[in-house]
């Protein structure tokens, strides 16, 4: 009897193990965008690209910045597995200063919660 509790034991523990090994993964290829030292005015599109590593639909539910300067826009279609997709990123240019801000993205992945950087430095149009 002992060895039949034990065998059950070990097969739900397994089980168990490997249903967390399924589901939608998100790996980013860069985490931080640096823009470099730009000039007022410049392109501040940005993308984050991304690859769904695992073996499910990745959702991205939500995604936000740490301020209104930064304006981040998801995917609206699930990525299927193996399917690559971006977060694209509008930083505000017409503010001179540092740059270093989050957006924070939230998705149905193994880690639903990522949280990705953009810095760099927007300096004065020269004449100006």
């Known amino acids: 009897m002992k ?11 397994g089980f168990g193990l490997t249903a967390q090994e399924t589901g939608a993964k998100i790996k980013f290829k860069t985490e931080i965008v640096d823009y470099g030292e730009i000039t007022k005015g410049s392109n501040g599109i940005r993308v984050f690209e991304f690859t769904n590593t695992g073996n499910a639909p990745l959702v991205i539910s939500k995604v936000s910045s740490s301020c209104g300067c930064t304006i981040p826009k998801k995917p609206e279609a699930p990525i299927m597995p193996g399917k690559k997709g971006e977060i ?5 240019t017409n503010r001179v200063g540092p740059i270093a801000k989050a957006i924070t993205v939230i998705s149905n992945a193994d ?3 990522v949280v990705l950087k953009i810095k760099g430095k927007i300096k004065p149009v020269e004449g100006k």
């Open 3 to 13: 060895k039949v509790v034990l065998v059950l034991f070990i097969g739900l523990l």
């Open 111 to 113: 880690t639903p919660t």
């Open 88 to 92: 694209q990123v509008k930083y505000d």
